[in-house]
């Protein structure tokens, strides 16, 4: 017998569901994810820790490089095979494909790989309750022998309605630290990148919504709040007397909730990075000392062929602003090398950036050609070994860097958020205001014990913040000791 129960029905008598989503990419796809959770919650989904135990599995994609991309195929060739062997014991398994790459490839998605049921981009997951409904309804038109028109169920639209109107509040709080999305899309159209087009027009969320899922976190345990968007300083939400707020008002209003212990927003672009930011850093005490400010380049020349909008020496001033503030600022960037036409004089102007700022991180990429982007058409490509060899040395250069300014926090006393255990170097791990990674002990003089729940002193627990000082230092984290 054909079993054309929808999930709800299913779910009436009793059966319980599991979904389990795998995010790639951005802490954007992380919110994302959290808020398919959020929809799929009400329709009987439990979290599921492995593809092996779910009935439905969601790949959050993302589209931003080539390799990135392809790594969704190689792990939907993988869930086919699980799907066909479920088919064979008379089970189903249902795939989706969220996120930026079903955004920009849509229907390819489908016909590359016909077992994935469902795409959905980024602007429609809060339909996914129908679209697993249209899947379903498909599926069991399959069991019974029948066929509908048209493999998968597709849903890219930019819908005119904003999907967070239509979102349920989130649970998405873990060990204290939650994401707060405030602003979606990107109109900047840097000549090498795919965001405009997969997560469409730049919007900010209103300042009430913001507002309002801040104290919903808060109330749910978030005591740390990051704020997120592909350019967060654009930020230019609605206020309800109608006037129009910048991240720097926002995050004043943010930091007066109560419960609210830090605050961190990312990314930042140097063309909208205003000194308000730097002031509000220094008159918000729960602001964090850490700035993310990518530059892509060091080279005025390059930065003017990526569309950037801003020069080498308007970047420094920036840098100026955040260094004569009252507090220091923790700065990280994000890089590219080897962009059509880099030349060895652009490249050494990136390396002398790098001396010039004095990162605390650098996320560096090879330049990845991507589709639809202008830079796909320009000439002049370096080839992938002189990319790789550029990433080599530019990644050497920043951990010297990274050896030095690490090793100036021994012997200084850091508040850390405690995130968690490593259970196999019996060390806790923490963040600092500077978003570095602080690995603490706690001294043998106090007495550890197996109970979790136990005084802070003893046991740290996850979402709470406690002072360590800072006992050793590596490239890319601080080793440190509980004060007691
Ligand atoms: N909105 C941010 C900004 O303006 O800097 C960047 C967001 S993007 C998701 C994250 C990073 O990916 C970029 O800063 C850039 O370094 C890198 N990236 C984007 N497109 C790339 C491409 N085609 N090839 C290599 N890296 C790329
Ligand atoms: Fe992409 Fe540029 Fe927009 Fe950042 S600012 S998301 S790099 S187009």
Known sequence: MTDVRTGEQRQGQGQRKRVFIRTY????????????????????????????????VVLNTCHIRERASEKVYSELGRLRDTKLERRAQGRDLTIAVAGCVAQAEGQE???????????????????????????????????????????GVLDTDFPAESKFDHLPAPAGVHAGQAFLSIQEGCDKFCTFCVVPYTRGAEYSRPVAA???????????????????????????????????????????????????????????????????????????????????????????????????LYTREQYLERIAWMKAAKREISITTDMIVGFPGET???????????????????????????????????????????KARR????????????????KKYIGTRCEVMVEGRNEPRAQYIGRTTHNKTLNFVVPPTAPQTSDRSADQNTNPKAGNYVPVIVTGSFPNSLLGELVV
Not at 29 to 55: F, I, K, T
Not at 234 to 244: I, K, Q
């Open 109 to 151: 998605i489908v016909r590359r790989q016909p077992a994935v049921d469902i795409v959905v981009g980024p602007q429609a997951y809060h339909r996914l309750p129908e679209l697993l409904a249209e899947a379903e309804r498909k599926s069991a038109f399959r069991r019974a022998g029948k066929r509908l028109p048209g493999a």
């Open 344 to 386: 060895e004089a652009d490249f050494a102007e990136t390396l002398s950036l790098l001396n010039e700022v004095g990162y605390d991180a650098v996320f560096a990429f090879k330049y990845s050609p991507r589709p639809n982007t202008p830079s796909i058409k320009l000439e002049d490509a370096i080839p992938d070994e002189e």
């Open 391 to 406: 990433l080599d040395v530019l990644m050497s250069r920043q951990r010297e860097i990274q050896i030095t300014r690490y």
């Open 25 to 56: 990419g951005c802490q954007m796809n992380v919110y994302d994810s959290d808020r398919m959770a959020d929809v799929l919650r009400p329709l009987g989904y439990a979290l599921a820790d492995a593809p092996e135990q779910a009935d439905l």
């Open 210 to 308: 913001v507002l309002a899922e801040a104290r919903h976190l808060t109330a749910a345990g978030a005591i740390e709040i990051t704020l997120l968007g592909q350019n967060v300083n654009a930020y230019h939400g609605e206020a309800a007397d109608g006037s129009t707020w910048s991240l720097a008002r926002l995050i004043r209003a943010l930091a007066e909730i109560e419960g609210v212990a830090r605050l961190r927003y990312t990314t930042s672009h140097p063309r909208d990075f205003g000194r308000d930011i730097v002031d509000a850093i220094d008159a918000v005490p729960t602001l964090c000392d850490h700035v993310h400010l990518p530059v892509q380049s060091g080279s005025t020349r390059m930065l003017d062929a990526m569309q950037r």
